[in-house]
T-cell receptor
Framework: DAMVIQNPRYQVTQFGKPVTLSCSQTLNHNVMYWYQQKSSQAPKLLFHYYDKDFNNEADTPDNFQSRRPNTSFCFLDIRSPGLGDAAMYLC????????????FGPGTRLTVT | QQPVQSPQAVILREGEDAVINCSSSKALYSVHWYRQKHGEAPVFLMILLKGGEQKGHEKISASFNEKKQQSSLYLTASQLSYSGTYFCGTENDNAGNMLTFGGGTRLMVKP
């Protein structure tokens, strides 16, 4: 089945230690998104790629970076995680932006110790 | 700006109906509805693109009042499987804008 896969599902990192979360898709969608979702809150968009074009949300901290080496994969790098970065990180894909359904992966729960 | 959802939480008995509202302070181009079960990814329910448009999905339907800048999600004859948190996501223009999600409405259906 076509899907959005995130690895790992659970990640524990130390304060200040860089961490990378990965997302892959078999849907061949043009757009890939990264959202941060804290407990009992709405998903908050960090950035998205439309093909190779990177689009950063204005309020996304510089501590968060992303890479999309090809259509199928997208990575979220957190350069120096703080305690406030502990959250669920959701990857989503869509054919296009705006009017199109987004397909979400199962998420990676990040714990910062 | 984040759309406002109401109510924040609702508890139903199986078979009862519920309405979840989503309001924006900005003009809306589209409204998306997603349901997220605890510990799982959000799952798409429907998109509403035009003012006054209503869409249905099994016993879940929604309306979009462009003039009032709001959308409502209707759950009729609720089932246990409807439990979860419902998010509306709003798009504010027709330029491929990103979605901004509301704070969510937690729905619990009890037997």
């Amino acid at each position: 089945d076509a899907m959005v896969i995130q690895n790992p599902r659970y990640q524990v990192t130390q304060f200040g230690k860089p961490v990378t979360l990965s997302c892959s898709q078999t849907l061949n969608h043009n757009v890939m998104y990264w959202y941060q979702q804290k407990s009992s809150q709405a998903p908050k968009l960090l950035f998205h790629y439309y093909d190779k074009d990177f689009n950063n949300e204005a309020d996304t901290p510089d501590n968060f970076q992303s890479r999309r080496p090809n259509t199928s994969f997208c990575f979220l790098d957190i350069r120096s995680p703080g305690l406030g970065d502990a959250a669920m990180y959701l990857c989503a894909t869509s054919i296009g932006t705006g009017d199109y359904e987004q397909y979400f992966g199962p998420g990676t729960r990040l714990t910062v110790t | 700006q984040q759309p406002v959802q109401s109510p924040q939480a609702v508890i139903l008995r199986e078979g009862e109906d519920a309405v979840i509202n989503c309001s924006s302070s900005k003009a809306l181009y589209s409204v998306h509805w997603y349901r997220q079960k605890h510990g799982e990814a959000p799952v798409f329910l429907m998109i509403l693109l035009k003012g006054g448009e209503q869409k249905g999905h099994e016993k879940i339907s929604a309306s979009f009042n462009e003039k009032k800048q709001q959308s409502s999600l209707y759950l009729t004859a609720s089932q246990l499987s409807y439990s979860g948190t419902y998010f509306c996501g709003t798009e504010n223009d027709n330029a491929g804008n990103m979605l901004t999600f509301g704070g969510g409405t937690r729905l619990m259906v009890k037997p």
